[in-house]
């Protein structure tokens, strides 16, 4: 083993015993967050970020443009943050800001189509994994815990301080 690296063990759950079953729930989404998270953005294009991606998928998802401020609220990160990430998209041609025509002190992030290409590629590079996936658990499996995993996003939505 090399040094400095951790053995590979399996953990005997998600926490430790007696704790209250929300926790086991909100500790196993999160390890699933991180290891899926890392292993996407392995397979973004060069220099894309899963923040980027991420901004790409909800301007996509959400069907409208949207200011920085409520991209920033959208993804629960402060506005400066949003910016910069937004910025980056802009110079790789990804999306637009454009004025909004009700306040023209006011600028709408849109996709481009160069960012619905991007956002394909995304999903196209992740095929081998959602195949794998069907693989081990199968489409019945993954369709029967979706309503689940919405039902828990939607309640924690509506919880987001702020």
Do not use: C, W
Request: overall charge positive; glycine content about 10%; hydrophobic content about 35%.
């Amino acid at each position: 083993m090399a040094k400095g690296a951790t053995p590979k063990h399996k953990p005997k759950g998600p926490g430790l015993k007696g704790d209250p079953l929300g926790n086991l729930v909100m500790t196993e989404i999160g390890i699933i967050a991180q290891l899926s998270g890392t292993l996407f953005e392995s397979v973004l294009p060069d220099g894309m970020t899963r923040a980027q991606y991420g901004v790409l998928n909800h301007l996509l998802r959400m069907e409208q443009e949207r200011t920085i401020g409520e991209l920033a609220n959208s993804f629960q990160v402060r506005q400066p943050t949003m910016s910069s990430t937004v910025r980056k998209l802009e110079d790789k041609g990804l999306v637009e800001l454009k004025p909004d025509p009700e306040d023209r002190r006011i600028r709408r992030v849109a996709i481009t189509a160069a960012g619905k290409a991007t956002r394909q590629a995304g999903l196209a590079a992740l095929g081998p994994l959602y195949a794998e996936l069907m693989e081990h658990m199968g489409e019945k499996e993954l369709k029967a815990i979706l309503p689940t995993l919405t039902k828990m996003r939607e309640l924690l939505d509506e919880r987001r301080p702020g």
